[in-house]
């Protein structure tokens, strides 16, 4: 799925997630557990955990320019339950590295999933995203997605009790 996405934003090439991109991915996946905005999550595990966690059809990657074309974000999505009748509904997860954000490859990363999960028609996106997590609210919020609720008080992470904002994006095209 190599493609290029440029103009007013990085360039940056979104390819499928592979076992052998899983050290930079938890690279990326632990800077994000740093800022404590991210998620409730304090370690990012290992390969065996995450890809146990996310649905295989739907992971990607962002390399930046260059020669080396380093990864620089990752993106997937993960069943929000087991039961059939929610196989239409998926958690979205973005992750950039710090030196690549705010230059739109959380969006071009998002942007791609948001494709990938209509082509298997998947209806409904969600995520949930600390409210002092602003980035990613705005990336959110620009790609179609709606605060439905606040969930209040719902974990801790270092001691501290954390509301979280529940956003989903209804697709406009499956299950019209």
Not at 24 to 44: H, M
Request: net charge positive; with cysteine.
């Amino acid at each position: 799925m190599s493609q290029w996405r440029g103009s007013r934003r990085m360039k940056c090439s979104i390819e499928t997630l592979t076992p052998e991109d899983w050290g930079n991915v938890r690279s990326i996946y632990a800077e994000g557990i740093k800022t404590g905005c991210a998620t409730f999550e304090t370690d990012p595990g290992t390969w065996e955990t995450w890809n146990a966690a996310h649905l295989p059809a739907h992971r990607f990657v962002a390399r930046g320019g260059g020669p080396a074309a380093a990864l620089i974000g990752w993106a997937a999505l993960a069943p929000v339950s087991s039961r059939r009748v929610y196989a239409g509904v998926a958690e979205v997860s973005v992750y950039v590295a710090s030196v690549s954000q705010g230059k739109g490859v959380g969006r071009s990363l998002l942007e791609a999933l948001i494709a990938s999960a209509e082509e298997a028609g998947i209806w409904t996106l969600q995520a949930m995203i600390f409210p002092e997590n602003v980035a990613s609210l705005k990336l959110h919020f620009a790609c179609g997605f709606r605060e439905v609720g606040r969930r209040e008080k719902l974990g801790k992470l270092d001691d501290k009790w954390h509301d979280v904002l529940l956003l989903e994006r209804r697709s406009k095209v499956v299950a019209d």
